[in-house]
T-cell receptor, first 117, second 112 residues
Framework: AQTVTQSQPEMSVQEAETVTLSCTYD???????LFWYKQPPSRQMILVIR??????QNATENRFSVNFQKAAKSFSLKISDSQLGDAAMYFC??????????????FGKGTKLSVKP | DSGVTQTPKHLITATGQRVTLRCSPR?????VYWYQQSLDQGLQFLIQ???????AKGNILERFSAQQFPDLHSELNLSSLELGDSALYFC???????????FGSGTRLTVV
């Protein structure tokens, strides 16, 4: 079974600085998707960025980018120019692309990010 | 507004009771997923429906059941509630395997 591990329960960053959140996963599959979700205090789950495993190019969405290392099964999220509104819980998630798979997301335990003014 | 609507937002009930949580997926999405988020367990997949049919089951208790109706809205039924069932219950919908989910705002269930 696939697992997702976020080894940093909490992180802190100064406003305008850059922070990287770590995520590793375990799978025997070659085709899958990886996601980062943000959960602010409102508890709403917001998709931040997604990465297809077959793509070598790292995904980027404005100030958010990933470092996808398929061989190492690593999927870190970099937040540049951190803003107060980035303070939230961040979840890494895995989704199989295998035909017949359940298609559900498997989440890590999350990393709580604080942004200091 | 994500397009996925969950009602009610908050629910307080007593142990042993039964409740129904409702979810309307985003327009055009055929898949509905239910997740439970508790403090110590993180986000746990419960069950998936696709166009009215059960597609996958996760860690869903026998006291819990769900269904998806012809108009694609879904209901999660929780019965014989226990204190440990207190959690945030999310519904999400998806357009396909290569998309992430769109989550609703969740239902906060408190069992007292």
């Amino acid at each position: 079974a696939q697992t997702v591990t976020q080894s940093q329960p909490e992180m802190s960053v100064q406003e305008a600085e850059t922070v990287t959140l770590s995520c590793t996963y375990d799978t025997s599959e070659s085709d899958y998707y990886l996601f980062w979700y943000k959960q602010p205090p409102s508890r709403q789950m917001i998709l931040v960025i997604r990465q297809e495993a077959y793509k070598q190019q790292n995904a980027t969405e404005n100030r958010f980018s990933v470092n996808f290392q398929k061989a190492a099964k690593s999927f870190s999220l970099k937040i540049s120019d951190s803003q107060l509104g980035d303070a939230a819980m961040y979840f890494c998630a895995y989704r199989s692309e295998l035909l017949g798979s359940q298609g559900n997301l498997i989440f890590g335990k999350g990393t709580k990010l604080s942004v200091k003014p | 507004d994500s397009g996925v609507t969950q009602t009610p937002k908050h629910l307080i009930t007593a142990t042993g009771q039964r409740v129904t949580l409702r979810c309307s997926p985003r327009s055009g999405d055929l898949s509905v997923y239910w997740y439970q988020q508790s403090l110590d367990q993180g986000l746990q997949f419960l069950i998936q429906y696709y166009n009215g049919e059960e597609r996958a089951k996760g860690n869903i208790l026998e006291r819990f059941s769900a269904q998806q109706f012809p108009d694609l809205h879904s209901e999660l039924n929780l019965s014989s509630l226990e204190l440990g069932d207190s959690a945030l219950y999310f519904c999400a919908s998806s357009r396909g395997v290569n998309y992430g989910y769109t989550f609703g705002s969740g239902t906060r269930l408190t069992v007292v």
